[in-house]
Nanobody
Framework: QAQLVESGGGLVQAGGSLRLSCAASGTLSMFVMGWFRQAPGKEREFVAAISRDGFSTYYTDSVKGRFTISRDNAKKMVYLQMNSLKLEDTAMYYC????????????????????WGQGTQVTVSS
């Protein structure tokens, strides 16, 4: 099992940066980790994912080159560094964990994730 707690959200001006953190209980190294976001009135969407071993990452097109996902299995932490933030990045951001035996894959579909955090709000202003 895993319990996930996000932090690091807040209000930032367009063009600014934020780093989101996700603290996990359990054995983090057994989980693919992902970040999702949901804006008001919209469906939850995939943002980024990282494999168990940290060597594989995947991003949705809209954040490529601006966001970086990383993990520290020893500290049981997952991060999302967000640079060059845009108004359209405003959303509630969720950390998620997918228990898998494959150390090298990433997971994109939200339905495949087993555990979710409560979310942290990111608001980008003009």
């Amino acid at each position: 099992q895993a319990q996930l707690v996000e932090s690091g959200g807040g209000l930032v001006q367009a063009g600014g940066s934020l780093r989101l953190s996700c603290a996990a209980s359990g054995t983090l190294s057994m989980f693919v980790m992902g970040w999702f976001r949901q804006a008001p009135g919209k469906e939850r969407e995939f943002v980024a994912a990282i494999s168990r071993d940290g060597f594989s990452t995947y991003y949705t097109d809209s954040v490529k080159g601006r966001f970086t996902i990383s993990r520290d299995n020893a500290k049981k932490m997952v991060y999302l560094q967000m640079n060059s933030l845009k108004l359209e990045d405003t959303a509630m951001y969720y950390c998620a964990a997918d228990f898998t035996s494959n150390a090298h894959v990433v997971t994109i579909r939200s339905s495949e994730y087993d555990y979710w955090g409560q979310g942290t709000q990111v608001t980008v202003s003009s």
